[in-house]
């Protein structure tokens, strides 16, 4: 009986929070990073050095020199990248050059369980362009015995895809 009674109210409550995150998707984006987990300064500005030190190589078109910053972990251990997934990567890296790449947001849960969402603008465009130009990708910071990695999250591999984090 309660459970009816308590049905009218939340489905109002879902259709509110519906029509409000529409409407959130009209407002201007915060360009300020999303950071979940409590890390140390230090944890944080290594992986973000990480990440500049990545796109930097990106940015001169220095692919392999990219690539070579990334791994892959398998449990507990850092391996380096299957040679199928960087070859994913490095296709998809060259067939869409970028003018510029630009950080999105970073988002920490655990150690094995962090994001960095950035975008490779492809061209310039003026406000009145409609024409999509960027690209999205994220890589996935690991920390193990102490020190960050830079891992790709790969669809195609059940280990890399894994998250608590919600899309």
């Known amino acids: 009986m309660k459970i009816r009674q308590f049905f009218p109210v ?5 259709i509110t929070i519906s029509s409000c995150s529409q409407k959130q998707n009209k407002a201007p984006v915060d360009d300020k990073p999303f950071v979940r987990m409590d ?6 500005a290594e992986v973000l ?3 500049k030190t990545y796109l930097g190589y990106l940015q001169q078109r220095d692919i392999d020199k990219a690539l070579s910053m ?3 972990c398998k449990g507990d251990s850092i391996l380096p990248v299957p040679e199928k997934i960087a070859d994913k990567q490095r296709t998809s890296l060259c067939m869409f050059p970028a003018v510029r790449y630009e950080l ?5 849960v655990t150690e094995k369980d962090c994001e960095v969402k950035y975008t490779a603008v492809l061209f310039d ?3 009145n362009d409609k024409r999509p130009n960027s690209i999205s990708y994220i890589i996935k910071p690991v920390r ?7 891992t790709l999250a790969d669809h195609d ?11």
């Open 10 to 14: 939340l489905l109002f409550t879902l």
């Open 39 to 44: 890390l140390s300064q230090k944890d944080t």
């Open 49 to 51: 050095n990480l990440v």
């Open 70 to 72: 990334i791994h892959y």
């Open 104 to 108: 999105n947001h970073y988002l920490f």
């Open 125 to 127: 465009k003026d406000d």
């Open 144 to 150: 193990l015995g102490g020190k960050w990695y830079l």
């Open 157 to 167: 591999d059940p280990i890399s895809s894994q998250s608590e984090i919600s899309r």
